[in-house]
Each structure stands twice: as C-alpha cells, then as structure tokens.
C-alpha cells in the first residue's frame, strides 16, 4: 500500500508564491506517474499537472502553465509543486496522486493511490 502525504499548503496574497510536497511511503517510487490535482470548493477535481516516470515529461494544465513547476527527487521519494504567481482562481485543496500505469493520465479517476490534500488559499 503506497501512503502519500501532502505539505506546504497555506493562506497567501494573489501573487505569492507557495511550493508544495508529497512524500510517498514507497521504495519504488521512480517507477510511479505522478500527478497533482485540485478541488475548489463545490467541484471536481481538476488536472494539474503530471509526470511520466519513464520520459521524464512533465504536462501541466493550461490554466498553471508557465506559473506552476512540477519536479520529483526519486531519492528523496518525493515530488513538488512550485507555483508562482498566485491568483485567488487557485484556491484549492491540492492533491497528489500516483499510479502504476503505463502512462500518466490527466483523468483523476486512473490513479490509485492519492494523499490526504493540503489547502491552498489566495487572497485578492
């Protein structure tokens, strides 16, 4: 069973900067696709970005691109989340996500091991 869990959410101005983890629990973590998705209050989920593990390629959401950074530190098995340039439109529950799949998907429902989300608030 892979546990991920989730840090560096918080409450920042529109602007601000904030870089998320999630360290997972696993020792083959390099083979995992990655992905970060989030939840606004009263919808969905939402794509944000993803990493595949073998190309080492990386596919962000256009509403993040060119803002947001996704990387992973095998060693450390963890993944991150930069973003930059904060707007009040990315108040969210962040999740990360990760799966043994051939390939990453930016469909939450083809992941099988999520972390338990860490709030992110921008204020206007």
């Known amino acids: 069973q892979v546990q991920l869990v989730e840090s560096g959410g918080g409450l920042v101005h529109a602007g601000d900067s904030l870089r998320l983890s999630c360290t997972a629990s696993?020792?083959?973590?390099?083979?995992?696709?990655l992905a970060w998705f989030r939840q606004a209050p009263g919808r969905g989920y939402d794509f944000v970005a993803h990493d595949n593990w073998l190309y080492r390629s990386i596919r962000y959401a256009d509403s993040v691109k060119g803002r947001f950074t996704m990387s992973r530190d095998d060693a450390k098995r963890t993944t991150y989340l930069q973003m930059n340039g904060l707007k009040p439109e990315d108040t969210a529950l962040y999740y990360c996500a990760a799966t043994r799949g051939e390939r990453p998907s930016v469909f939450h429902n083809d992941y099988e091991y999520w972390g338990q989300g860490t709030p992110v608030s921008v204020s206007s």
């Open positions: 696993v020792r083959s973590f390099g083979t995992y696709n």
